[in-house]
């Protein structure tokens, strides 16, 4: 599933639909309140991969043992 999500996002400015969200999204000029509100969701998610980083039993540094 996570598969289809990246190839829909890496893929989606291929139609024309998708070019004119990524014009809208990408470079529309916003109000300050929806730049606060979206600087929260951002940091929001961030704190949410982070602790879905730190609570996986997966140690990539396990590894770097010499």
Known sequence: TILM???IFSF???SK?????????FYAEYPPQRKYVM???TLVLFVLSLASVTT???????????
């Open 17 to 25: 639909a998708g070019l004119q969200l990524q014009e809208k999204v």
């Open 5 to 7: 999500v990246a190839i």
């Open 56 to 66: 996986s039993g997966f140690n990539p540094f396990i590894y770097f043992r010499f």
């Open 12 to 14: 989606i400015t291929v």
């Open 39 to 41: 600087f929260a969701c």
